[in-house]
């Protein structure tokens, strides 16, 4: 889809996008080995050893996951590799690994290890070539661009850009910024709503939505969801193409099975679980 412009590219990326189905993708957020979940970034608890966790989500049907070493960029080191490889050894479904990338060999060394795209955040900010590279070298399918995003004050509309595990605004248009990743060669981006993450109060729909009008490539919401209808939502009213998810599973409030059923009976395109 790169190469049309305008108005086109929107129109062929939305029909592409609505004849795919969409994807729930269960949330890892490790720290010191342990699967942790905060609210708003802050206030982190832990919820699990995280290759027990990747096994039961990739059983029950989900459709990809989500690995990120939040720890790693705001600490100055890797990703946690063996984790990794013994996380992509468990699991039967792609798997999205991130948190403390910064070069070529680093994106070689994760893939190798069994990860099936990595996610850039902090270093795509800083670095914003080694998305483009990335592209170049593995293919815009493996890359992942994880952006952070905050509300500015009731006086400013629009989003800013977060990067060290929330701790640092950027100072970047998260428009500007999304439309310049995906022209560096993103294949996807992963957005995250500072303020909803973990309040179960529901998706940044207009956030989400301004994101998926703005790009030609897939966006996956993230941060908030609380229900099954906050889920629908994502997909209905924020136009994403995949949600995902960390407390509401970790903590047993509902599977994957059951949000499926659901989006299933809303008339919504999602794999049926027989097929996993």
């Given amino acids: 889809m790169q190469g049309l412009e305008g108005g086109a590219t929107l129109t062929v990326a939305f029909a592409y996008l609505k004849m795919v189905a969409l994807r729930l993708i269960p949330c890892l957020d490790v720290a010191d080995g342990r699967v942790v979940k905060g609210v708003n970034f802050l206030g982190l608890r832990d919820a699990g050893d995280p290759v027990e966790l990747a096994c039961r989500y990739s059983t029950a049907g989900a459709d990809e996951l989500v690995f990120l070493d939040i720890a790693a960029s705001h600490q100055g080191r890797k990703t946690l590799v063996q984790l990794v490889r013994r996380t992509a050894e468990a699991v039967t479904i792609p798997f999205t690994v991130g948190g403390g990338i910064r ?3 680093g994106i070689k060394e994760l ?3 069994g990860a099936d795209k990595v996610s850039l955040n902090s270093s795509a900010v800083q670095e914003p070539n080694l998305v ?6 593995f293919g815009s399918q493996c890359i992942v661009v994880a952006i952070d995003a905050r509300r500015r004050n009731q ?3 629009g989003w800013d850009v977060f990067i060290q595990g929330g701790r640092k605004n950027t100072g970047l248009d998260v428009l500007t910024w999304a439309k310049e990743v995906s022209n560096l060669g ?5 957005l995250t709503s500072m303020d909803g993450d973990g309040t179960k109060a529901g998706y940044d729909l207009e956030l989400t939505r301004a994101v998926v009008e703005a790009v030609p490539i897939p966006v996956i919401a ?3 969801a609380g229900c099954v ?3 629908a939502e994502a997909f209905t009213q924020g136009n994403a193409s995949a949600a995902l998810l960390a ?3 970790h903590d047993g409030v509902l599977t994957v099975e059951e949000i499926k059923k659901y989006l299933i009976g809303r008339g919504l395109l999602v794999r049926p679980l027989s097929v996993q």
């Avoid at 483009?132 to 070298?137: E, M, V």
């Avoid at 993103?186 to 992963?190: D, K, Q, S, T, V």
């Fill in 186 to 190: 993103a294949g996807e981006i992963l």
């Fill in 111 to 113: 893939l190798r290890a």
């Fill in 103 to 105: 070069s070529i060999d």
């Fill in 222 to 224: 993230s941060g908030g």
């Fill in 229 to 231: 209808e906050h889920i």
């Fill in 155 to 157: 006086a400013e509309r």
């Fill in 132 to 137: 483009s590279l990335g592209a170049q070298r």
């Fill in 247 to 249: 407390s509401l599973l």
